[in-house]
């Protein structure tokens, strides 16, 4: 079922958390972000989303008048159906410059789509215009991705942090973090093993930290809300050792398998 994160004055914003099904994948959050005749669905997935999510969608937005597809970065969970999302929607792409290159892989030569179905965003960022309000992309580069970008909405005061704040929470229920340092236990693998320094961790940090900011929520997991959740949050990220900090040799990192297995509960790592 979908959860509605804010609804005021004709602004809406809805995630859609429990759209992946059994061990098919793991768990994603899509947004979708709602104002006037504007819309934006982030991180919309791959093609094992597309279906149920498509027909979620058009619940609340019909399809060819979606105004922008969002992909924080290139992956197959973020944007692995891109190509029916340009066939059957209006929608413009918009991802950094540097993925914009790749992201046509996956999009059959004969759909014929031209460059004006791509808002393609430097590393700098940009201001979107969102009917008489904007969206924020605002740069989380070498945060997962090296060119990842985040969505704040300044009329929800919600940012949209992709995989930073990411959990691996395989729970139904979509609800805020109440206890910060249990929720680590999910948390804290992943971001040491796919964030790729402290210092890219402490630059997005003092970003968000000049934003007025009610809200995070991630692509995977679980959203953090209020100031004092939010502010525990950035304190533990901004001391974070992760990615090069961690590197002790070829192939080898400090926390070695224990964090791939944290990581990745399921698989099968050799010993």
């Keep these: 079922m979908p959860t509605e994160l804010y609804n005021q004055n004709g602004h809406k914003v809805i995630v859609f958390n429990d759209m992946v099904r059994g061990e098919d994948g793991v768990q994603a959050n899509q947004m979708l972000i709602m104002r006037g005749r504007d819309s934006m669905l982030l991180d919309p997935g791959g093609a094992l989303l597309y279906t149920p999510l498509s027909m979620a969608v058009a619940?609340?937005?019909?399809l060819k008048q979606l105004t922008y597809i969002f992909a924080s970065h290139q992956d197959p969970d973020v944007i692995g159906?891109?190509?029916r999302w340009l066939v059957y929607t209006g929608a413009k792409v918009v991802c950094s410059k540097w993925w914009g290159r790749f992201v046509p892989h996956s999009v059959p030569h004969y759909l014929d789509v031209g460059a004006d179905r791509y808002v393609l965003l430097g590393d700098e960022g940009a201001d979107l215009p969102f009917a008489d309000s904007i969206l924020a992309c605002l740069p989380a580069h070498f945060l997962h991705s090296v060119g990842n970008f985040n969505v704040f909405d300044p009329v929800s005061k919600i940012l949209f942090s992709g995989d930073v704040g990411a959990s691996?929470?395989?729970?139904?229920?979509?609800?805020?973090?109440e206890d910060f340092?249990?929720?680590?236990?999910i948390m804290a693998g992943f971001h040491r093993r796919f964030m790729a320094s402290n210092r890219a961790c402490r630059i997005w940090v003092q970003m968000v930290r000049e934003l007025n900011v009610e809200m995070i929520v991630p692509q995977h997991g679980l959203p953090f809300v209020?100031?004092?959740?939010?502010?525990?949050?950035?304190?533990?990220?901004?001391?974070l050792e992760c990615g090069t900090d961690l590197m002790v040799g070829p192939g080898r990192f400090r926390t070695d398998s224990p964090v791939l297995r944290a990581v990745i509960p399921r698989a099968r790592i050799a010993s």
């Design 59 to 62: 619940r609340y937005v019909p």
């Design 81 to 83: 159906s891109v190509d």
């Design 168 to 177: 691996l929470y395989e729970g139904n229920d979509y609800k805020p973090v």
């Design 181 to 185: 340092a249990e929720h680590l236990k």
């Design 226 to 239: 209020g100031k004092e959740m939010i502010n525990q949050f950035l304190g533990w990220l901004e001391s």
